[in-house]
């Protein structure tokens, strides 16, 4: 097993320490975004558009202004113009310009002295509008005749005669797939949607943004990326962006969807207008449903040839997506990720960012990924069940490992698959005996992980001590990770390092806590900015014994002398030579800025037991198992967390959320009463295998654990539905009412 | 907004009758609170019954009847030592509302005044033959539950009128009652279909009955179509496939986000087999 490559020479990395911020969090203690207040403060409301397409003709707002109390009102004339590109995008979703492009599209904004008053006071702006005709599907929105959301939105890689909404146009692969369909002995196509879902995190977006006249603000706000925070707003505000300092809260969950800005720049707008006073903005749940990003909805079609042993042939994957009224869809990443387990000579993609009238989609969780496996998966198991293949046997036929071109293109350094597919199929779970209308799904994801921008600074205090200053907001257990991997290097007890996630005025850019990155390059910078501390604490002692610095080393938290020949002396102990300090030259720092390079990407399989009740059409997880590559787990517990929590976002997905449209357009579910989430009772335990192949891109191993664990959920739920009711459903979610409906209409065949 | 704490039904019914604008009556404020909160509704009058006498009181008459006071929360009821012996279905229907939290305050009466045809209490109240007492300008009068509500939030009580008490009939021998409600998740959930069966039994066989279904028609029904599926059977496969069939009959949903029609009328009827299976069980004195 992938464990017996695991060196086991840590002290501290592997083991499940408490969490920094646990005491905080069970005690209330922790601050979140909406506990943040200043004195002198206003409250914040945003009217937003009830229509999913409509030309704003007019916006009267002084009956709000009359009220007293009443401080700001802001719209789009209140920001600048002349933006391009990706900004241009986030201030017309910030706020409407010409035409509201969704419903709960914001168009206005208020600034007053009670949260109850602001909220009245934007009811009372007045806003006269001219409705459009919307579409909100993506492959209705690709009809010739479909409304046109915004004309000549259209990038240079949409070939001539595209329908207008289609914005971005990607193609890629290499081989001859209809040479490698002819050699197949069996090839099927099949057609699959998935609806929209939201991160569905626990906290609403919530910041106090304060803007002087003279350029200079502050702003508190919860987000997984306070650089990005400063980079946007800045941008949107015409503001330098060193002028504005971003501190983040505790986060409640982000997901992907807090690596972005919605109604926070309107803060600084409204706090602008308002003489400089802070302004607190904090969504409801129905705005977070209506107006922050949820993922994508997708059209997808898939084509797989294979012998009839199993081997893969051929494949062919044509995906259409809408990310909203905007331009961002994940289709890329759910292309190149829907074949990156197996082995193909012949590849091809091609995909649709399509605009609807929608909300503009934010990140979530392994963009793209999740939908993309349910196409390539669902059809994968499919025909494995046509052909009476083994679905773990199947896979490892034709797995990917080090030295394989992925089906995107770059080859593969050492990845884990293999080790994971094997550590599947000795689980127990995968021979749990079923009973009648039971059925187990296997499926497979992929995600590549990610490095960015990163910036890390760490000090000795004068005890030896160590404090780190990280840029990435904890939202998956980094603190731990990251003090577990200082501790490990400085050689002092993790309760010794204390990090603090700091704000934007305290290191350089950090990219935001995405792509699963900052236990890889969070932590890869901490541990070289320690290295740098550690040196240097070598060279002290080296002038203490009068020897050369290259002759001292570091080992389990002191220096000594690195040999016999180095000379005579007793450890000098980390404790020893901070105390001292500010005698042997000053402070002892290290730091470390730029983009870690060795990015370790991470397969998981996940498999599903399921019964579904042929008279109601209610599915019920009975088990449920992440097998994972974790690279090195630093903080096991967390680690662990990550698999069950991206299982449990996917198996919602597959069964019970999504977003529901009227014929007018608008969110008919934007609560947790009918957007449904699971809840505790709705699952069984989700079991997990951590297998460990090591990333030698890191100083531990690490690749990084927090997305893939979404990308099989959705193909293993479709899968196990398929086996235990012998109907197989191509359109998420897949609820009672559908469930029911396909059982019924196999029943009159 | 005014806000009054009455001390009798009467001088509540009084402010009710001579509020000139918005009145809401507020007991566990389940509804009430969070409408206001989204600014559903702002009443302009805000009538707290939670101040009079009797309201979070149990009680049962010398004939084995029960009077339940409006303020009674579903936590209360859960937790009484004989009403849930006696009306099991009542019981486990509004122990489904909600969370813990909310059991806490919600209440069998607010829970009918809401006029949702999806409440989960109401079929249960229906099919046990509840009434409400209702005090209003001209006194008080008893009315069946099944006759208070007239459509999604509307209810067939008059401007000055408030529910004042929940009436259950003796439970008697040989009676057993039981309501399931489908939703896609297991708890926190709204009914799709919901289903309340009451049976006594003579002997093996159903001497009478009364079945309600929620969230498949604009009220919650009570059909007795379905009822006189079952009475006079030994509850066989017979009357299983009647009362089912008797069910979707009677079931005249909608389509809506949480269902199709059809759905909801399939469901329907798989619920009355369901649920008229344990009434019948705990008639006859088995565990369920």
């Known amino acids: 097993m992938a464990k017996d490559d ?23 203690r922790a601050r979140y975004g909406a506990d943040f207040a200043m004195p002198g403060m206003l409250y914040g409301a945003v009217a937003r558009s009830p229509h999913a397409h409509a030309r704003i003709v007019s916006i009267d707002a002084s009956k709000a202004l009359a009220l007293d109390g009443v401080k700001a009102v802001v719209t789009r004339a209140d920001l600048p113009e002349g933006l391009t590109g990706e900004d241009w995008n986030l201030q017309e979703n910030a706020m409407a310009g010409e035409v509201a492009l969704y419903d709960g599209h914001a168009v206005a904004a208020v600034a007053a002295t009670s949260a109850l008053l602001a909220k009245d006071a934007a009811r009372l702006i007045e806003v006269d509008y001219e409705v ?7 492959d209705e929105a690709m009809k010739p005749d479909a409304p046109v959301i915004r004309p000549g939105a259209a990038d240079h890689t949409v070939p001539d005669g595209m329908p207008p909404n289609v914005v971005k146009y990607f193609e890629f692969g290499r081989g001859d797939v209809e040479a490698g369909f002819a050699q197949a002995d069996l090839v099927r196509e099949r057609t699959y949607r998935t609806e929209a879902t939201h991160q569905g995190y626990i906290e609403p977006q919530a910041c106090v943004g304060q803007l002087g006249s003279d350029g200079k603000g502050e702003m508190w706000v919860t987000t997984q990326g306070q650089w990005y925070v400063r980079k946007m707003c800045a941008d949107l505000l015409g503001l330098g962006v060193a002028q504005l300092r971003v501190t983040p809260s505790e986060i409640g969950g982000g997901f992907g969807g807090k690596t972005t800005v919605f109604m926070e720049p309107l803060s600084l707008a409204l706090s602008r207008k308002a003489g400089g006073r802070p302004v607190k903005l904090v969504m409801d749940r129905a705005e977070v ?4 990003g949820p993922t994508a909805s997708a059209s997808m079609d898939v084509k797989i040839g ?11 994957a044509e995906f259409r997506m809408q990310g909203g009224a905007f331009p961002g869809s994940p289709v890329n990443e759910a292309l190149e990720c829907a074949f990156a387990p197996y082995k193909l000579a012949a590849v091809e993609h091609i995909g649709y960012d399509v605009l609807a009238n929608r909300p503009k989609a934010a990140a979530y969780r392994a963009p793209g990924a999740p939908m993309g496996a349910f196409a390539a998966e669902s059809l994968i198991d499919e025909m494995a069940r046509e052909l009476g293949l083994d679905p773990i046997e199947l896979r490892l036929l034709n797995v990917v490992e080090e030295g394989d071109r992925s089906s995107y293109g770059p080859k593969f350094k050492r990845i884990g698959l293999r080790e994971v597919l094997e550590a599947t199929k000795v689980h127990p779970n995968f021979s749990v005996p ?20 990163t910036s890390v600074s760490m000090a000795i205090a004068e005890d030896g001590t160590a404090q780190v200053a990280v840029g990435t907001p904890d939202i998956g257990g980094g603190r731990a990770s990251i003090g577990l991997m200082v501790a490990e290097t400085l050689g002092v007890p993790y309760e010794a390092v204390r990090i603090n996630v700091v704000e934007t005025g305290a290191l350089g850019i950090n990219e935001p806590t995405h792509g699963s990155r900052a236990t890889f390059a969070t932590g890869k910078a901490a541990v070289l900015a320690t290295e740098q501390a550690t040196r240097e604490m070598c060279r002290r002692a080296a002038a203490d014994w009068g020897i050369d610095p290259d002759a001292v080393e570091w080992v389990e938290g002191a220096a000594q002398p690195a040999g016999p020949n180095a000379g005579k002396f007793p450890p000098m102990s980390i404790a020893e030579i901070a105390g001292n300090m500010s005698n042997t030259g000053g402070p002892i720092a290290g730091h470390w800025e730029g983009v870690p390079r060795g990015v370790g990407a991470s397969f998981g399989t996940h498999v599903a037991d399921v019964e579904v009740d042929p008279e109601t059409g209610r599915v019920t997880v009975l088990r449920y198992l ?27 997905w597959a069964l019970n959320e999504g977003y529901v449209y009227g014929a007018d357009g608008r969110l008919q579910n934007a609560g947790f009463l009918d957007y449904r989430i699971p809840v505790a009772s709705d699952l069984p335990m989700i079991d997990t295998v951590i297998v460990e192949v090591p990333n030698p891109g890191h100083p531990f191993g690490v690749r990084g654990v927090g997305e893939t664990g979404i990308t099989p959920p959705l193909p293993a739920i479709a899968n196990a539905v ?21 059982i019924r209409s196999r029943m009159d065949d | 907004m005014r806000y009054h704490t009455p001390q009798t039904f009467e001088e509540a019914a009084r402010i009710a009758a001579t509020g000139s604008g918005t009145t809401r009556f507020l007991a566990g404020g389940t509804d009430v609170l969070v409408q206001m909160r989204t600014g559903l509704v702002t009443p302009d009058d805000l009538i707290d019954l939670k101040h009079i006498p009797g309201a979070y009181d149990i009680t049962q008459a010398p004939d084995g009847g029960w009077q339940i006071g409006v303020a009674v929360s579903g936590a209360a009821l859960g937790e009484h030592p004989e009403l849930g012996r006696a009306w099991p279905g009542v019981v486990e229907a509004m122990e489904l509302v909600g969370s813990t939290q909310v059991q806490g305050r919600a209440t069998l009466t607010g829970n009918l005044c809401n006029g949702s045809p999806a409440a989960d209490s109401v079929p249960a109240l229906v099919a046990a033959g509840a009434v409400v007492r209702v005090t209003g300008p001209d006194g008080t009068r008893e009315v069946p539950v099944e006759e208070i509500p007239e459509g999604p939030g509307k209810t067939a009580l008059v401007p000055g009128e408030v529910v004042s008490a929940l009436l259950l009939p003796p439970r008697g021998a040989a009676g057993g009652d039981a309501y399931q409600r489908f939703i896609p998740r297991t708890e926190m959930d709204i009914a799709v279909v919901g289903c309340a069966v009451n049976l006594t039994l003579d002997g093996d066989v159903i001497r009478a009955a009364r079945v309600a279904l929620g969230a498949v028609a604009p009220t919650v029904l009570l059909v007795p179509d379905a009822a006189a599926a079952l009475v006079g059977s030994h509850w066989d496969d017979g009357a299983r496939a009647r ?5 979707r009959a009677a079931a005249r949903p909608i389509t809506d986000k949480r269902g199709t029609a059809e759905f909801r009328t399939h469901v329907a009827g798989v619920l009355a087999g369901r649920v008229a299976d344990i009434a019948y069980r705990r008639a006859k004195g088995e565990q369920t």
Do not use: C, S
């Open chain 1, 306 to 316: 294979m012998k009839a042993d199993g081997t893969m042939t051929a494949a062919r």
């Open chain 1, 434 to 453: 079923l009973g009648p209308n039971q059925g187990r799904g296997v499926a497979t994801g992929f995600w590549f992980n990610y490095n960015g921008d």
């Open chain 1, 626 to 652: 992440v097998v994972q590559d974790a690279g090195r787990a630093i903080q096991p517990d967390y680690v662990e967390g990550q698999y069950q929590g991206g299982a449990v976002q996917g198996i919602g």
């Open chain 1, 132 to 138: 459009l005709p919307h579409v909100t599907d993506v």
């Open chain 1, 6 to 28: 695991v060196k086991q020479a840590y002290k501290l990395v592997g083991t499940r320490v408490l969490r920094p911020d646990g005491l905080d969090k069970v005690t209330g």
């Open chain 2, 243 to 247: 009362i089912e069939a008797a069910a």
């Open chain 1, 289 to 292: 449903l209506r107006a922050t």
């Open chain 1, 722 to 742: 398929a086996a235990a009711t012998g109907v197989r459903l191509a359109d998420l979610p897949m609820n009672p009412p559908r469930v029911l409906a396909a």
